[in-house]
């Protein structure tokens, strides 16, 4: 199979985990894989997430985050969150986004899949 261009759209933060396992597995077969988060979903790309809370869930997430981050797949957090009203804190080697940016990964992809 070709190399083809995925990009994951997350609105929940209860997806994250499995997107993101799911998409390490898509850049082991040699695709090329971008996640976009957005509403709830970008809770987990915000530092103060893992600041307050210490459970093995959110700590297993931040493994996968850096994971990902290490086998090039981009992290964008939305930056017209409104959710999270202080804004975003970007973990390190995440990238603000907008909708613009999304429309281009999304035209350029071979799959859209949202979550």
Request: charged share 20%.
């Amino acid at each position: 199979m070709a190399n083809k261009k995925f990009i994951y759209f997350v609105s929940l933060s209860s997806n994250a985990a499995y997107v993101i396992k799911q998409s390490l597995e898509m850049v082991k077969q040699q695709h090329e894989v971008a996640i976009f988060f957005d509403l709830d979903g970008a809770r987990v790309l915000d530092q103060r997430y893992f600041n307050n809370r210490n459970s093995a869930h959110d700590l297993d997430l931040g493994r996968l985050l850096q994971s990902a981050l290490a086998s090039g797949i981009k992290l964008y957090g939305c930056q017209m969150n409104i959710l999270i009203a202080d804004g975003l804190q970007l973990i390190e080697g995440a990238e603000l986004a907008g909708v613009v940016t999304f429309l281009e990964l999304a035209y350029a992809a071979d799959a859209v899949i949202s979550y």
